[in-house]
């Protein structure tokens, strides 16, 4: 129990585009979910926590209209980096809080180059 | 401040040793949860153990153990008779009560398994 998908698992695309991440958890409803960055050799900073049909939480300093999330159902939740710029190259990781277990499930993460 | 430390960034052992990660929280809650998670090459987290804050029991599963003391606030891991295939970077997280969910991380040891 308790996987996390997360597609795509890599993707490159050109300076100016947008690119759509999705996470779904597959055997287990998730009412929270999160998105976070990891640079290379660094802890995860949190990017937003994302709430079932409500609006996501973005943390300090994390442009939301750059990082569209969008939290439609209780297991499935989208990540839309706009406009996406070579700074925005990094790894995406997405996890699912399963409720009553306490614990926040994985996904593979999402390795954004932007050229 | 900190609130979850792993002071160790790097540790490096020879196969079959034993290896003990260090981690140091800080809270004022008398409810949270801590958590250990292993990041292999792939960049996948991967769930390794959950502990309440009510339970200062120590935890064995197969070569791993997990060493919790409330007295000095630690949280350690230690993994017996090391493998190549332990070779990761793995983190210590908080959970707070009043913390919607959210999860402090440390800043994550890089284990290197050598055979």
């Known amino acids: 129990g308790a996987v996390v998908s997360q597609h795509p698992s890599w993707v490159i695309c050109k300076s100016g585009t947008s690119v759509k991440i999705e996470c779904r958890s597959l055997?287990?409803?998730?009412?929270?979910m999160f998105w976070y960055r990891q640079f290379p050799k660094q802890s995860l900073m949190l990017m937003a926590t994302?709430?079932?049909?409500?609006?996501?939480?973005?943390e300090q300093g994390v442009e939301k209209d750059k990082f569209l999330i969008n939290h439609a159902s209780l297991t499935l939740s989208t990540l839309t980096v706009t406009s996406a710029h070579p700074e925005d190259s990094s790894f995406y990781i997405c996890?699912?809080?399963?409720?009553?277990?306490?614990?926040?499930?994985f996904g593979p993460g999402t390795r954004l180059l932007v050229l | 401040a900190q609130k979850v430390t792993q002071a160790q960034t790097e540790i490096s052992v020879v196969e079959k040793e034993d290896v003990t990660l260090d981690c140091v929280y800080e809270?004022?809650?008398?409810?949270?949860?801590l958590f250990w998670y292993k990041q292999p090459p792939s960049g996948e987290l991967v769930f390794l153990i959950r502990?309440?804050?009510?339970d200062e029991q120590n935890e064995i599963s197969g070569r791993y153990s997990w060493n919790f003391q409330k007295s000095t606030s630690s949280f350690n891991f230690t993994i017996t008779a090391s493998q190549v295939v332990d070779s990761a970077v793995y983190f210590c997280?908080?959970?707070?009560?009043?913390?919607?969910?959210?999860?402090?991380w440390g800043a994550g040891t890089k284990l290197i398994i050598k055979p």
């Open positions: 502990r309440n804050s009510f």
């Open positions: 997280a908080l959970r707070e009560d009043d913390s919607n969910y959210q999860l402090i």
């Open positions: 996890s699912a809080d399963w409720q009553g277990q306490e614990t926040q499930y």
């Open positions: 055997d287990f409803q998730a009412t929270t």
């Open positions: 994302s709430n079932e049909g409500s609006k996501a939480t973005y």
């Open positions: 809270t004022r809650d008398t409810t949270y949860y």
